[in-house]
């Protein structure tokens, strides 16, 4: 995969037994790394940079759905499906906990105690990125980890 200056990407972080991915812009390439600025910026920090190793990038992934004002035909999560929650422009795994009201679920990050309320528009089913395509993961794989994964898969 190939990324040119202002590409829209999302990059893999591994911490405290989960993962998650942050979107951020690319500024430049080498070839084997990208300098890029995360999207995610309190409003009392300055912008964050970081340079990433290229196997820790995806392109940008829209959640399936589409908008939040949007009526969304995938709102039929139930307890214990997995998928992915938006939260300060990083998408975490989560395990829906229960529907609160039309449109809004009460989901946990997997591998932490952390609950969030979120809408139907900030989840998506989780997907991976493979020979420069999407392809959606079963909502019931919550221990199975992308192929496109940087890090060995246990088991």
Sequence with gaps: MRLSKGSSVEVYKWKEGSYSWSTAGVLS???????????????D?????????????????????????????????????????FEDYTWYPAVVVSAMAVGRFHVRLVGSSRCLNVRTCELRLRRQWKDNTWSVIPKDSVNRRPSNHPLPVEG
């Design 45 to 85: 920090k300055p912008l964050a940079m970081e340079r990433v190793p290229r196997n820790s990038l995806r392109a940008s992934s829209l959640p399936i759905g589409g908008p939040c004002w949007a009526e969304n035909p995938f709102s039929d999560w139930a307890p214990g499906d997995v998928m992915e929650a």
């Design 29 to 43: 390439d080498n070839g084997h790394t990208y300098c890029l600025r995360y999207d995610r910026r309190p409003p």
